[in-house]
């Protein structure tokens, strides 16, 4: 089995607000009821995590082998950032329904690309 | 500074570890709780891992094919809600009820439920206390638990004996907080952390 989802100029860093085109390559072992790729948000740090789903595209039975291509416009916030309690990080996934198993892959959504760092409030 | 999402005790890797009984196997403990038609109740102070237990056999009883639903107590809640007297109402009668934070029903809170349920297969609890149900399990930590945890959190990283012995003392055997506390002691610059 192989799953591969990228964007097509290969970055993994992008502004606010950019629209980017996703590209999505699969080898499936048997057939699947669809495959999914999803924009995630989430925190991570000292609370208990949170998780949102921000945009997803679904192709319903896909072929066992296969590519397709999705546009995507990205969210204007929030931005990738840390401080010192959580961050807030974003990745994208493909994944295989309804078994939920497939890749991701963290991405940064901040301006010029760059994690916002939050520095200790004095 | 570390960052936190690279900071080895976030909260979502403490919920990835898996419970690990002391002083009985797992073996004995699945052996137990059948044995007792899937009652029972987990007891423990806080920072024990019994809801992390209580979460670990949900999993098994859904692994089994066994139906289970789950209810989370708030703190000082006397009475189960509306909702979650329709969600109990709604299980199979060989569902498995999981209950978590027990001890917040009063009597009268507590007497519902036990009718409520009495249908079902079974009902296993945590609570602070003993009492309302047999104890399934006593959980219980130690130094040597807090620092299996710290390595298996940080990939072996230096951590003195003498600090976790500390910081384990100080929170009277309360892992939870520990581990709470080494994740300040990670996010602060090294000479500007004080004690955990």
């Known amino acids: ?122 | 500074m570390v960052l936190p999402r690279n900071n080895p005790f976030a909260a979502e890797r403490l919920d990835a570890l898996e419970f690990r009984p002391q002083g009985v196997s797992w073996e004995e403990l699945v052996a137990r709780f059948r044995q007792w038609n899937y009652r029972g109740l987990i007891v423990g102070p806080e920072g024990r891992g019994k809801t992390k237990l209580l979460r670990r056999l949900y999993d098994w009883c859904r692994e089994q094919g066994q139906p289970a639903g789950a209810l989370r107590l708030a703190f000082a809640q006397r009475r189960i809600t509306k909702q979650q007297r329709a969600f109990v109402a709604d299980l199979p009668d060989d569902a498995v009820l999981f209950v978590d934070s027990l001890e917040q029903l009063d009597w009268i809170g507590w007497w519902r439920l036990r009718g409520m349920t009495r249908r079902l297969q079974g009902l296993v609890a945590t609570s602070h206390w003993r009492g309302r149900l047999p104890v399934l399990l006593e959980c219980r930590t130690s130094l040597s638990l807090l620092e299996e945890l710290v390595a298996e959190l940080t990939g072996g990283d230096n951590h003195s004996q003498d600090m976790l012995s500390q910081l384990f003392d100080k929170h009277r055997g309360d892992v939870r907080r520990c581990l709470r506390a080494l994740y300040d002691w990670k996010s602060v610059d090294k000479e500007t952390a004080g004690n955990c």
């Open chain 1, 1 to 122: 089995m192989k799953l591969e989802l990228h964007s097509a100029d290969a970055r993994t860093a992008f502004e606010p607000g950019e629209e980017i085109l996703l590209l999505a390559a699969w080898e499936l072992d048997s057939p699947v009821d669809g495959l999914e790729v999803r924009l995630i948000w989430f925190t991570q740090g000292k609370g208990t995590q949170d998780v949102g789903v921000a945009w997803k595209h679904r192709w319903e039975r896909p072929p066992l082998v296969g590519n397709e291509s999705v546009q995507l416009l990205l969210p204007d916030g929030p931005y990738s950032f840390s401080g010192s309690l959580i961050s807030v990080s974003w990745r994208l996934e493909l994944m295989m329904l309804p078994a939920e198993k497939g890749v991701h892959m963290p991405i940064t959504i901040a301006p010029e690309g760059q994690e916002v760092l939050l520095s200790k409030i004095e």
